[in-house]
């Protein structure tokens, strides 16, 4: 099955300044990419996703990058605020099998006024 | 008009007994999904449904049982309870195509005593 490393686990950044999160994949039949941010007693919701044919996709302050050959992707976030502090998660699925997400182990972001 | 709901948000129940957790999703999609947050927020899954059918089964325990009685609905019935099983547990739906999101509840906070 596909295995999603995530990294940092935490990760702590000055208001303003630009956060990334990193995640690579196992399965090269993976081909959907979702992030997910997780606010405190919350569920996990979709910020950005990105689909194997494409390299980069931009959603005004967050941008997410795919490598489909070194099988990594990342997360951006630029200028970034305080209501940006969540847990991220990154994950992976396989449209050719259904629907079946694996998740990364998150990333705590914290955001310093 | 929330998509994903479940129900309780919280659960304290002793080791040993039986409880069960609702979920309806109104956003007419096809797959429903259990998955368990454990104290360091790893996502993982435990069940897939496709249109009532199950279709993923992770390890998991056989004293938890899912249940869809139609493909709106996937109740998850947990078993002789123990304290490994406290742990937030989220519902999730998606159409079933793996390159669209999943919506997740808000999460059931079950602690075991």
């Known amino acids: 099955g596909e295995n999603v490393e995530q990294h940092p686990s935490t990760l702590s950044v000055q208001e303003g300044d630009s956060a990334v999160i990193k995640c690579t994949y196992s399965d090269s039949a993976s081909n959907y990419f979702p992030w997910y941010k997780q606010e405190l007693g919350k569920g996990p919701q979709l910020i950005i996703d990105i689909r194997s044919n494409v390299g980069e996709k931009k959603d005004q302050r967050i941008a997410v990058t795919l490598n489909k050959t070194a099988k990594h992707f990342s997360l951006h976030i630029t200028e970034t605020q305080p209501e940006d502090s969540a847990v991220y998660f990154c994950?992976?699925?396989?449209?050719?099998?259904?629907?079946?997400?694996?998740f990364g182990t998150g990333t705590s972001l914290t955001v310093i006024p | 008009d929330t998509a994903v709901s479940q129900t309780p948000k919280y659960l304290v129940t002793q080791m040993g007994n039986d409880k069960s957790i609702k979920c309806e999703q109104n956003?007419?999609?096809?797959?429903m999904y259990w998955y368990k947050q454990d104290s360091k927020k790893f996502l993982k899954i435990m069940f897939s449904?496709?249109?009532?059918?199950?279709?993923i089964n992770e390890t998991v325990p056989n004293r938890f049982s899912p249940k869809s009685p139609d493909k709106a609905h996937l109740n998850l019935h947990i078993n002789s309870l123990e304290l490994g099983d406290s742990a937030v547990y989220f519902c999730?739906?998606?159409?079933?195509?793996?390159?669209?999101?999943?919506?997740f509840g808000q999460g059931t906070r079950l602690t075991v005593v």
């Open positions: 994950a992976a699925s396989n449209s050719h099998t259904g629907n079946q997400f694996y």
């Open positions: 999730a739906s998606s159409p079933y195509r793996g390159d669209t999101e999943a919506f």
């Open positions: 956003l007419g999609h096809d797959t």
């Open positions: 449904y496709n249109n009532k059918e199950l279709i």
